[in-house]
């Protein structure tokens, strides 16, 4: 196949890029700064925003995997931009350019979008993607996890020390990159699936969010770990703290504390993908192990 993908530059796009690529699939990638050749992507520099830049992306592809987006950031009214109207900007050129394919990444958080900017921003992009009229599939991940990720990091992290502080009490499921990177090149050659698919790591019911903390501890070699739960008033004040040092760059802000305190994020069985599709092939203590020594290997750790 020849792919258009936004976001190759990312953690979950870079993952695509290398899988489409051992796959044999060629494709074109957008980007903002200027990347070192890649066997199978051809770079074309531009942003969301960008009409010419989008146009020359998607020109002569078979499919489009929208993955660019914003996840985090200061002001939240960069998630409507970002998220809405990059999507929009996206549709408009696959159009076009008379490509119908085209698989989006939204979000979990898409579910409950009363809880935060980000979740609501997700939402609306996805019901732009099922008015477009295209040959379209939504992928709401949870929390993906693997090498290159910075976010799920800094529990690996603090779990080398005995500690890892979660939200209160609840569940989350997890999966990893790749196997997320696998699901998206593989419906990008499927058709007529006008679905919303929540994958996940095959675990029925995810995971406890003490689980996952006990999890990220036996992955960086700890026997036991504290998992502590933070009540809602201390992960809102971690957020303020988390502001003060680290200002526009930091991990926890207020709208992710929003969505954070949601008790469920569990992968819902009535949205999994078909098994002829797709299975997820690695599981949480195999992936979340070689994702510490990724993160050991590189320095990280």
Known sequence: MQLAITGGTGFVGSAVLDCAAAQGHDCSALTRKQQAACQHVEWVQGTLSDDAALASLIKGSDAVIHIAGLTNTPDTAEFETANVTGTAGVIAAAKAEKVKRFVFVS????????????????????????????DWTIVRPPAVYGPRDDDMFELFRSAQFGLVPLPPKGATSIIHVYDLARLLVALAGKSALKSIYEPDDGRVGGYSHKELGKAIGRAVGRRSVLAVNLPKDVLKLAAKVDKLLRGDKAKLTADRVGYMLHPNWVARFDRAVPTDVWQPQIGGDEGLKATAQWYDQEGWL
């Open 107 to 134: 979000s979990l958080s898409a579910r409950e979008p009363k809880l935060s900017a980000y979740g609501a921003s997700k939402a609306r992009a996805e019901a732009l993607v099922q008015d477009s009229r295209l």
